[in-house]
């Protein structure tokens, strides 16, 4: 009998576990959506460089992104990997916008994702420099009547 209970609370564990993945995975693409709309307003409105609809997102190692759409908005989506970093940037003429997500933060009650998008540049074809000028923090904060984290805004900063 407490094999039986052993097992049914691991396997409800399981299922708990894998709905709080998606849900994760959800905002996660919320925020991603959130960000490519950023991109024509925040970061290439005032740029001279050629805005090619494309999002270079490092794969992040704290999501597994089942679900990763090809497109978010008008923006095509390529994630690097440890396998493809040198043949996308080899494509990019060693030069492009070298996209992070980062882990939720919790600020003032509201879940906040930092994505920042790194001037990449790759050097001898291996050594990889990123460099900082700016992101986007977007945020969500709880709806009780739909019972979800819904967007509350979005802020781009430089330095």
């Known amino acids: 009998m407490k094999k039986i209970i052993l097992v049914l609370i691991l396997i409800i564990s399981c299922l708990k576990g894998f709905g709080q993945d998606n849900e994760n995975e959800k905002i996660y693409l919320q925020a991603l959506d959130r960000y490519a709309v950023e ?3 925040f970061y290439y409105k005032n740029s001279k460089e ?6 270079y997102l490092e794969k992040p190692n704290f999501i597994d992104f089942k679900t990763l759409p090809s497109k978010i908005g008008n923006y095509k989506i390529v994630l690097l990997t440890k396998d493809n970093l040198e ?3 080899h494509k990019e003429n060693f030069k492009l916008y070298h996209t992070r997500i980062f882990p939720i933060e919790i600020t003032e009650g509201k879940l906040m994702i930092g994505i920042i998008p790194y001037h990449g540049e790759m050097k001898n074809g291996k050594d990889l420099s990123l460099g900082l000028s700016d992101g986007t923090s977007v945020y969500f904060k709880y709806d009780c009547n739909l019972k979800t984290f819904v967007h509350d805004k979005t802020e781009n900063w430089g330095i």
């Open 39 to 41: 991109m024509d307003s």
């Open 50 to 55: 050629i805005n090619k609809k494309i999002i």
């Open 87 to 89: 043949e996308i940037y």
